[in-house]
Structures are given as structure tokens and as C-alpha cells.
């Protein structure tokens, strides 16, 4: 596999998505391979499918894999699950991963990969400072990006606002619930992205989930200091993402190796030399 794929993976839901990417443009380098999740969609039910997604395109050792999960993620340890299996709060997904797929990976909230995912190669490709992005679905998942950095496991579709939490109204599963039509659900809309702005002054604000194909409904009637554009990537951003999260970690992780070899050999010399002193002394 070429050095410039990295392997991306999906785990939703309904059903668990991964292709290899090219890091030089976040192209899919093969067609999207897709298992349906497994119900219960427990742990090791999860674990046995996402290795399966893995070894259909045989990656080396080398590849950089990078796995996306509905929850928070600290540490490689899930936090919460909410459309998952409860059993998942507290399993190790990295190591229950590497030792059913055989290959390390690195692992993260699946908001996060999907706000990555287009900062790379989407909607925010080259902007500088911070970017934010809400994806609208069942709930509210959100992301940001800060200089090109990523400030992982934000809830912010969880913020409390005039009483109500955020993604009651601002998701849009909250249009059917409430049977609200488009003129009655953007007021919470503009309700919700004026709050994040009052909080945390973005400087782009991107909006994906399956409602950003019908973006030209809503997003022009938004007031906001911050351009709000729909998300480019689509169903794949979370893929991309994933896969460039796990390229950055690969690098970082080599670049830490070669500072710490640097160190050793330093102080390797060094107490070469006091030992050549010391043995001069005498």
C-alpha cells in the first residue's frame, strides 16, 4: 500500500464504513466497504466487524489507521455511547481493536473526525484560526479546530439553552419531533449557532449531517458575524477524517521517537565523555 494511504473507518449506528484515503487530496483510493452494525452492538460484535472492514484492504504495518466511534473518546477509553451498546462506557477501544484486527490504530469521537475530515480536504480546507462544525441528525455533534489543531470530545449539541438542551430543538430529528417546518425550526437554529458564537467567536462554522443537502433552505436566512457554509465531504467525512487524524498521530508519534533517540544519543555522549574524563583523572 502506497506511503501516502491512510485507512479510515466509520463505526455508525446503522453501519460500520472504512476506505483507504490519499492524504495528498482525500480521495477515496478504492470503493467504501460497508457491514451493516451489529445488533447488539456490543463490544466484541464491534471489534470482530471493524477488523474485517480493516483486512479487506490488507494494509502494511506501516498504514496509518484511524477509527471514528460514536462517543467520547479519552485515551483510547470510551466515555459515553449513546447509540451504542452500554457496555462500550470504559472499554479500551485501541487495544480491543488492535487485538482483533491485529494493527494499531488511533482512535477518536466520530464529530471530531468529520470536522477534521473537512478541515483537511472540505469546507474549511486552508482556513486559519478556529473552525467549528455542528453536525444536525439525531442529535448535535460537534467539532472544532483551532489553527489546525483539534479540540477533541466538545459536547456542545449538550449546551443548555433557554432551559433546554441544545440539540432538543437544533437537531434535526427535533423537525419531526416537534413538527416543526422550516420557518419555525431556524429560529433555534439561529438561537443555537448565536450562542456558540457568544462563547466562542469562530471564524468559519460549517454544518454537515444529512440536512446539509437541503443547507439553501436554512443557512441563508442565518444572521451571524461567522460565514456558515454546508460541509463538502458528505458521508465521507468521517472516513477521511479518521484516516488524516491517524496520518497526524503517525507523524507525531515519529517525531517524538527522533526527539527522544536525539536525547538518548546527547546523553549518550555526554557520559562518554565524563566517563573519559574520569578515567583520564586516574
Request: hydrophobic share 40%.
Amino acid at each position: 500500500m502506497s506511503k501516502h494511504i491512510a485507512i479510515g473507518v466509520d463505526i455508525g449506528g446503522s453501519g460500520i464504513k472504512a476506505a483507504p484515503v490519499d492524504m495528498r487530496n482525500g480521495q477515496f483510493t478504492e470503493d467504501r466497504y460497508r457491514i451493516p452494525t451489529p445488533q447488539p452492538a456490543t463490544p466484541e460484535a464491534i471489534g470482530k466487524t471493524v477488523a474485517k472492514c480493516i483486512q479487506r484492504f490488507e494494509p502494511s504495518r506501516k498504514t496509518p489507521i484511524g477509527v471514528a466511534f460514536p462517543g467520547v473518546i479519552q485515551h483510547g477509553v470510551v466515555k459515553t455511547a449513546a447509540n451504542v451498546d452500554d457496555a462500550w462506557v470504559g472499554t479500551n477501544l485501541r487495544e480491543l481493536i488492535r487485538d482483533y484486527a491485529g494493527h494499531d490504530v488511533h482512535v477518536l469521537n466520530d464529530a471530531d473526525a468529520a470536522g477534521y475530515g473537512e478541515y483537511r480536504f472540505g469546507a474549511a480546507h486552508g482556513q486559519d484560526g478556529s473552525v467549528f462544525l455542528a453536525t444536525l441528525g439525531t442529535g448535535v455533534g460537534t467539532a472544532m479546530i483551532v489553527d489546525g489543531t483539534l479540540v477533541p470530545n466538545l459536547e456542545l449539541g449538550h449546551l443548555t439553552i433557554d432551559g433546554h438542551d441544545a440539540e432538543d430543538y437544533a437537531a434535526e430529528s427535533a423537525r419531526a419531533r416537534h413538527d416543526l417546518d422550516w420557518d419555525t425550526w431556524i429560529p433555534h437554529l439561529q438561537r443555537y449557532f448565536s450562542e456558540i458564537e457568544r462563547l466562542f467567536w469562530p471564524d468559519l462554522i460549517i454544518v454537515g449531517g444529512g440536512v446539509s443537502k437541503s443547507s439553501h433552505m436554512f443557512l441563508p436566512r442565518l444572521t451571524l458575524r461567522a460565514p456558515i457554509v454546508p460541509a463538502e465531504l458528505l458521508n465521507g467525512a468521517g472516513i477521511v477524517g479518521a484516516a488524516a487524524a491517524a496520518c497526524a498521530e503517525d507523524s507525531k508519534e515519529k517525531a517524538r521517537a527522533k526527539e527522544h533517540a536525539k536525547r538518548a544519543d546527547k546523553e549518550a555522549k555526554k557520559s562518554a565523555k565524563r566517563a573519559e574524563k574520569a578515567s583520564g583523572a586516574r
